[in-house]
């Protein structure tokens, strides 16, 4: 999801009111991107089944990056973590702990959890009901990870993302990904 949110920040940014087509056999990749569908069509890339999705870039200014400043959507969102991360962080020095939590869905519209294991932020999105429009959820998401590395200071390959829905049967235990890296913190 970081690489195609990450896509559709450089395509608001740098390529505005333009159209684009975007091909995956994934659905949910394509609104990671947080750009507007405007059509889907059917068809396969080679012998994959795939979805290509008509994109219109909105005309609006670019979005924030690690270190700037965030955008107005997720002012709030940023100003929480903030304060969150002022308050926890002296007494994360004082009793010499790397990991702990800095946002718990506190607020309705940014339902995350975001956890801190020494220079890395683990992100966890709560799955949003059948109700929220995909695309502005996308939109939302993308807003709030850039409003992550902004205010913690992270690069995005220090911000790891997965998204929390209700898994039945056999899907729960499915692997997401296998890196091969250990991470070492210190908790009291």
Same mark, same amino acid.
């Given at each position: 999801?970081?690489?195609?949110?990450?896509?559709?920040?450089?395509?608001?940014?740098? #390529?505005?009111?333009?159209?684009?087509?975007?091909?995956?056999?994934?659905?949910?990749? @394509?609104?990671?991107?947080?750009?507007?569908?405007?059509?889907?069509?059917?068809?396969?890339?080679?012998?994959?089944?795939?979805?290509?999705?008509?994109?219109?870039?909105?005309?609006? @200014?670019?979005?924030? *990056?690690?270190?700037?400043?965030?955008?107005?959507?997720?002012?709030?969102?940023?100003?929480?973590?903030?304060?969150?991360?002022?308050?926890?962080?002296?007494?994360?020095?004082?009793?010499?702990?790397? #990991?702990?939590?800095?946002?718990? @869905?506190?607020?309705?519209?940014?339902?995350?959890?975001?956890?801190?294991?020494?220079?890395?932020?683990?992100?966890?999105?709560?799955?949003?009901?059948?109700?929220?429009?995909?695309?502005?959820? @996308?939109?939302?998401?993308?807003?709030?990870?850039?409003?992550?590395?902004?205010?913690?200071?992270?690069?995005?390959?220090?911000?790891?993302?997965?998204?929390? *829905?209700?898994?039945?049967?056999?899907?729960?235990?499915?692997?997401?990904?296998?890196?091969?890296?250990?991470?070492?913190?210190?908790?009291?």
């Amino acid at each position: 999801f970081s690489l195609h949110s990450e896509f559709g920040r450089a395509l608001r940014a740098h #390529c505005p009111d333009w159209r684009v087509a975007v091909i995956t056999p994934r659905r949910d990749l @394509a609104t990671a991107i947080g750009v507007p569908i405007d059509s889907e069509h059917e068809l396969f890339n080679g012998a994959i089944e795939s979805i290509a999705f008509r994109m219109r870039v909105p005309a609006r @200014a670019g979005e924030s *990056e690690a270190g700037a400043s965030v955008e107005e959507p997720a002012q709030e969102f940023a100003n929480r973590l903030r304060k969150n991360l002022r308050t926890l962080a002296k007494w994360a020095r004082k009793e010499e702990i790397e #990991c702990y939590r800095v946002y718990d @869905a506190d607020l309705p519209d940014y339902s995350f959890a975001v956890d801190l294991y020494g220079q890395h932020a683990h992100v966890q999105e709560y799955a949003p009901p059948k109700t929220v429009d995909p695309t502005r959820a @996308a939109a939302r998401r993308a807003d709030a990870l850039a409003a992550i590395r902004a205010v913690l200071e992270l690069p995005p390959e220090r911000v790891h993302f997965k998204m929390r *829905e209700r898994q039945r049967g056999a899907a729960q235990y499915e692997r997401n990904a296998q890196t091969g890296r250990r991470l070492k913190v210190h908790e009291s």
